[in-house]
């Protein structure tokens, strides 16, 4: 079951990259987030939910 947990996070992650990328922010900070996410995927995406640029759809 312990995989299902490393799926979730995954999706998750994904979703967030994609929001980041979708955001008006600079290059610079897309990729620093970016990064942030891939390399700390649990700690990175907890601090993007909280501080992060969030996407502007519509």
């Not at 994904?14 to 987030?33: D, E, F, H, R």
Request: glycine share 10%; no cysteine; aromatic share 16%.
């Amino acid at each position: 079951m312990g995989y299902v947990f490393g799926i979730i996070i995954f999706v998750l992650d994904v979703w967030a990259i994609a929001s980041v990328i979708n955001t008006n922010v600079s290059l610079g900070t897309k990729i620093l987030w970016i990064a942030l996410i891939a390399i700390l995927p649990v700690v990175g995406l907890i601090i993007w939910y909280f501080m992060g640029p969030k996407a502007n759809y519509g």
